[in-house]
């Protein structure tokens, strides 16, 4: 990240004491020390330069995935920067960073306005002082992900499929991450050994049809890497798919290259599920790389995680989802975001995923709308959330409710044989039940219904 002017950056590869077999590539692509005096300039005009400098980076540089990630901003001083900090705003991260490190690629901090604090952005990447004021709320490990793990890094929980996790290494650390409890553990990727237990674990259970690939981020393991282990899998005659999670698509969408892409649609079917929360993330780079993927023959899904002052309006989410159709992503899950601990502060009311669920139906296309669910602790499961649309039901009929708030009435059909269900030899043989609204439909205005589209939830 040369600049002319100050700060001055300079970049140090830490070569990983890692125990792979893939040294050679330098996995993952080295670590970064950025060097600045802090008493250069004030803040703001700090800021302006490290912008200033990333607009001066050249586009073959910028389109280098290895590049970004090695230039990773991790501390207060390179933060500082780009952002705008009070002494009291570097003091209190200092503090936070210490319990929960940051990590944010200088694509992702390019998507910031650095002028504003609320900024949807920021609040992903940058660390709030909540963190830590708010931190005994919540656990630890509140999927009880560590309970269900039969051999380390492989998590099976339902009977068809597991979870591999390959490493804790992202090239963001989201400030709402679930296996936030991993970031103090160091930095590590699952040994060959490893791999092959979890392999052998996979290939004896015959039951298990679909294997997810996560961490931390797979894809921060080099191609060849990955492909050694999605090959292996692919191998076992009983998985039908693989799934990969990763954010990459959103915060360093470089990453998806051609040698990628080349490699995945040899070993289909696979899916991909990202994770983008905003519509400032959909930007042409990203665009670029779901595209790519779509074009390699791998679907592109989104699990969104609501989060508070990022995406908790319908207005939001419509937007967010609106805009993956338009790049090929389907919106696949809103989550709620889980119990977990230093993610206090971005958690929103139940109440309030129903409610953009119920303000976006009947407004977009069902295509646009994904599903909200629950994570429930202790390993429950997921729990998908929905608003009541129906109001009453019997055997014969529903009060079913609309989106306009509009209530009508829904013949029960009782299965294939009419015996019994007021037919006889195929006709209704007693009278049509009276319908309780009679034929007329009556408008009613169930709270949250009408206007919800304009409706803004907090809580
Ligand atoms: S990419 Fe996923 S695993 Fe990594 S920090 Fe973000 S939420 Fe956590």
């Not at 890692?18 to 670590?31: C, D, H, I, L, M």
């Not at 999927?143 to 068809?160: A, F, I, N, T, W």
């Not at 400030?175 to 160091?186: L, Q, V």
């Amino acid at each position: 990240m040369a600049t002319k002017s100050k700060p001055s950056i300079t970049i140090e590869k830490c070569a990983l004491g890692s125990q792979n077999r893939f040294e050679a590539e330098e996995e993952p692509p080295g670590e970064t020390v950025t060097m600045i005096n802090p008493e250069d300039k004030p803040p703001s005009s700090i800021a302006v330069s490290g912008y200033d400098a990333l607009k001066c980076v050249p586009t073959s540089t910028w389109k280098d995935w290895k590049w970004h990630f090695r230039n990773r901003i991790t501390n207060v001083d390179q933060l500082s920067q780009f952002i705008p900090l009070s002494f009291e705003e570097q003091a209190q991260l200092r503090l936070v960073t210490m319990r929960y490190p940051m990590s944010v690629t200088p694509y992702y901090l390019s998507l910031i306005n650095p002028d504003d604090p609320d900024d949807p952005i920021r609040k992903q990447s940058i660390p709030s002082i909540l963190e830590i004021t708010l931190g005994m709320m919540g656990c630890e490990d509140p999927l009880e992900e560590k309970r269900d793990s039969v051999v380390p890094g492989l998590v099976h929980r339902y009977p068809d499929r597991v979870l591999m996790v390959l490493t804790d290494i992202c090239p963001m650390l989201c400030r709402h991450c679930t296996r936030k409890r991993e970031w103090r553990n160091g930095n590590w990727v699952r040994n060959s050994d490893e791999i092959e237990a979890m392999v052998d674990y996979i290939r004896r259970h015959k039951a298990i049809r679909d294997v997810i690939i996560s961490g931390g981020d797979p894809l921060t393991l080099s191609t060849p890497h990955l492909e050694d282990i999605i090959s292996k899998v692919r191998s076992i005659q009983h998985v039908e798919i693989i799934r990969i999670g990763t954010r990459f698509p959103v915060v360093l969408p470089q990453r998806i290259d051609d040698e990628l892409c080349a490699m995945l649609s040899r070993y289909g079917p696979i899916w991909l599920n990202t994770h983008f929360n905003h519509y400032h993330e959909i930007t042409p780079e990203a665009a670029e790389a779901c595209d790519r993927l779509v074009r390699s023959g791998i679907p592109v899904n989104n699990q969104s995680v609501l989060l508070r002052g990022v995406n908790d309006t319908v207005e939001t989410q419509l937007k967010l989802c609106q805009g993956l159709l338009k790049i090929k992503v389907r919106p696949y899950y809103l989550f709620q975001c889980d119990e977990v601990q230093g993610t206090e502060h971005l958690r929103t009311p139940v109440e309030a995923g129903i409610k953009i669920i119920e303000g976006m139906r009947g407004h977009t296309s069902g295509l646009a709308i994904p599903t909200f669910v629950v994570d429930l602790p202790q390993g429950g499961g997921k729990v998908p959330l929905q608003p009541n649309y129906a109001l009453s039901q019997t055997k014969e009929e529903l009060i079913l409710r609309n989106y306009e708030g509009r209530l009508f009435n829904y013949r029960n059909p009782r299965g294939l044989s009419l015996r019994g269900n007021g037919y006889r030899n195929g006709r209704r043989a007693s009278p049509r039940p009276r319908w309780p609204l009679g034929d007329s439909r009556q408008l009613v205005l169930p709270v949250g219904a009408v206007d919800a589209d304009r409706v803004v939830v907090r809580s």
